[in-house]
């Protein structure tokens, strides 16, 4: 099997969905001739025309607008927002006009269509294009938020995507494009949206995260089973939103102890969902208070200090610790 | 003042002359019949919301009918429209039922959105309309998507959008008119200019003067219309649908009308005088319609059976509704997601 990049694998699942269903298409600000800033969408318009790939102007509210329209008439459009944080211009958009348009037509509407973009920390660029968004459209409802933490996760992901009911938001972190290969099937496979993965089955305690801090987290509770001769159960939520609530509670159940990392903002964030859903489902399971390790309330930290602001390995490992003291 | 802004003056001022083809006096008479059946709904509508049987906000475009029937005999029933909030008369012009109208602007079980649309977002596919919708200008670019669906399919499809006076300051208009006319979509921008947004007349708000000039700095073709008299925008209509679906591009359409009722059930109307009512009444659509049949050999009575006919439809469609159940509770919790 060919080892890929996220990059490589977000692109063969476009290729394959641009030859299988003929409603897919693709657009956005340099998405066409250029290939997009990333790559993501290099040799699409060459290989399937400007029918199925094309350049759109720098008008993300129109972007969005426009593929609400082709999603309508029967289309399956994939619209690329630049940076995530671009998306706030969109934002009517997405969340009261495509996540709504299903409930304010009596199921009428059906609105199939998935915004792809890139974001997240680790690659020095400032805030607005690094941020994290999506608390803001978890709290749409009617839309799916999705993040892949890696090659073989994208790509199946996105095919799920591509072919669901509804809208989706799909996040690429930056840091995830080239950092990492895997083994990626070169045949279309999809993985279910709204359904969690535990990443390594434990005992002693819960770790929740999703898309590049999915690796940090994995590599802390690693190191503190090895130092520590414990056993922790790490949970990759995949889709952020609607939670799968069945896997974390699950094992929540069963550690009686739970940590969520993201690179988010603290408030109202994920980690505060995930946690009240804990507390709602699970909460005399609990030996400790769960804790959460995201980003402080704060624009996303200036390139000099990302590194010790963004949550890291050592910090994981410190807050893991914390929660498995007895 | 252009009549673009000014409300004291009548749109058969407008400033495009077109050369109006005469209809055949059946299709006229049928015209009247669906303005007057519009006029008639939102006369029981606003009636009904007085007596407090319709919750929210409600807009009715009395005084407006002749934009909507006129566009929608010039459309094809399987071209695409969107419009805004004050959509009854779309819907009513396209064919929907106006049972299912009014039973879901009082929020019943048998509406047509099962009663989560309510009346500013009006909503039937099958007849072609995509979608009132209730933020200024959300609408127009979902036409202009399904314009583009249609051009990328290779189907002759045409999306029409109406849109009010106060959405040609919102941005996501002016991102539409750059990617209809770039990319040529067939698409028909349809401005319903009443002189108004909200309590607001437009000349205190807007830079321009004249509406229709505006979308011409992006290449658009556009002209400026009595949108009362239904001959003139059926034949504005007709122009432009031609035009898109000969892959000529997009086409604006300015069409002067006014508003007879208020901006919505209750205002107070203190913006304007009844002076300026009643010197725009003298041009209200139902009327010219009316003189225009006369004139042209129909007969009173023809006209007066017309009318009582839909009468007897209209009172039948206001008890249905009010006879409907109310939606189940269960009703708040489906359609947000597909299961
Ligand atoms: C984005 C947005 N801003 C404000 C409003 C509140 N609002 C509802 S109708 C209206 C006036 C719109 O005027 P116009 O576009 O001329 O349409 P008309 O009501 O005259 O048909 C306003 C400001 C809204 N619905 N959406
Ligand atoms: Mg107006």
């Known amino acids: 099997m060919p080892k890929w990049t996220m990059v490589q694998a977000i692109n063969q699942a476009l290729a394959l969905e641009l030859e299988q269903d003929r409603r897919v298409r693709i657009f956005g600000e340099d998405v066409g001739r250029n290939g997009g800033v990333f790559r993501v969408t290099d040799g699409l318009q060459e290989r399937f025309g400007e029918d199925r790939v094309f350049d759109t ?42 996540a709504r348009l299903r409930y304010r037509s009596g199921g009428e509407h059906h609105v199939p269509l998935v915004i792809r973009a890139p974001f997240g920390g680790g690659v020095r660029t400032p805030e607005l294009h690094s941020d994290s968004v999506e608390a803001f459209y978890a709290h749409a409802e009617g839309i799916k938020v999705v993040i892949p933490s890696g090659p073989y996760e994208a790509k199946g992901l996105l095919h799920a995507a591509i072919q669901d009911p ?99 903002s603290r408030a109202a964030s994920i980690a505060a969902e995930v946690i009240a859903v804990i507390n709602e489902r699970a909460l005399y399971a609990l030996l400790k208070p769960v804790r959460r390790v995201t980003c402080p309330d704060t624009p996303f930290p200036l390139p000099a200090v990302e590194d010790v602001i963004v949550p890291h390995q050592e910090r994981i490992v410190r807050a893991l610790r914390e929660t498995l003291e007895p | 003042m252009s009549a673009s802004i000014s409300p004291q003056i009548l749109p058969s001022e407008a400033e495009t002359r077109l050369e109006v083809q005469p209809l055949p006096l059946d299709r006229l008479q049928q015209m009247y019949r669906t303005m007057f059946l519009i006029r008639r709904v939102e006369e029981s509508l606003l009636q009904a919301a007085e007596e407090g049987k319709i919750g929210g906000a409600m807009h009715t475009a009395i005084g407006m009918e002749a934009n909507a029937v006129g566009a929608a005999h010039a459309t094809r029933p399987d071209d695409y429209v969107t419009c805004t909030y004050r959509g009854h008369h779309h819907a009513l012009a396209r064919g929907m039922d106006p049972g299912q109208a009014i039973a879901e602007v009082m929020g019943r079980a048998t509406g047509f959105a099962k009663g989560k649309g309510g009346s500013m977002h009006f909503v039937d596919p099958e007849h072609g309309l995509m979608g009132a919708n209730g933020v200024v200008a ?53 401005l319903e200019n009443n002189r108004y947004s909200e ?53 604006f359409i300015e069409a002067l009308t006014y508003r007879l009722a208020g901006h919505m059930a209750g205002d107070l109307e203190t913006y304007r005088t009844e002076e300026e009512k009643a010197l725009q009444r003298q041009h209200e659509p139902l009327m010219v319609l009316r003189n225009k049949l006369l004139e042209r050999g129909a007969r009173p009575e023809e006209l007066e059976a017309i009318q009582a006919q839909v009468e007897e439809e209209v009172q039948a469609a206001v008890a249905f509704a009010e006879e409907s159940p109310w939606p189940d509770i269960a009703q708040a919790y489906t359609d947000v997601f597909y299961l």
């Open chain 1, 166 to 264: 509804d809208p989706v938001f799909f996040l690429e972190h930056m840091k995830l494009y080239r950092s990492l290969r895997e083994e990626v099937p070169e045949e279309r496979y999809t993985i279910p949206l709204m359904e969690a993965r535990v990443v390594q089955p434990g005992n002693d305690l819960t770790a929740i995260a999703y898309g590049a801090l999915l690796h940090t987290t994995l590599a802390a509770a690693r190191q503190v089973e090895k130092e520590d001769g414990v056993s922790i159960e790490v949970i990759d939520l995949r889709t952020v939103h609607p939670l799968d609530e069945e896997t974390v509670v699950a094992s929540v159940n069963r550690t009686g102890r739970a940590l969520v990392v993201h690179e988010d």
């Open chain 2, 138 to 190: 959300a609408q127009v670019p979902h036409a202009a998507g399904m314009a583009l669906a249609a051009q990328l399919r290779g189907e002759d499809r045409v999306a029409l959008t109406f849109f009010g006076d106060g959405a040609l300051y919102q941005g996501v208009m002016h991102e539409t008119f750059n990617m209809a006319a770039k990319w040529k979509l067939p698409i028909v921008f349809y």
């Open chain 2, 199 to 251: 309590m607001t007349p437009i000349w205190r708000t807007s830079s321009v003067e004249a509406l229709y000039r505006f979308p011409r700095a992006y290449g658009i073709e556009s002209m400026q219309i009595d949108g009362n008299d239904v001959e003139v925008v059926y034949t504005a209509v007709a122009q432009a649908v031609e035009r898109a679906r000969a892959g000529e591009g997009p086409t």
């Open chain 1, 57 to 98: 102007p720098l008008a993300e509210a129109g972007i969005i607008g426009v593929a609400v329209g082709m999603a309508l008439y029967g289309l399956r459009p994939v619209a690329e927002i630049q940076f995530a944080g671009f998306a706030h211009l969109a934002f009517h958009q997405v969340a009261a006009q495509a």
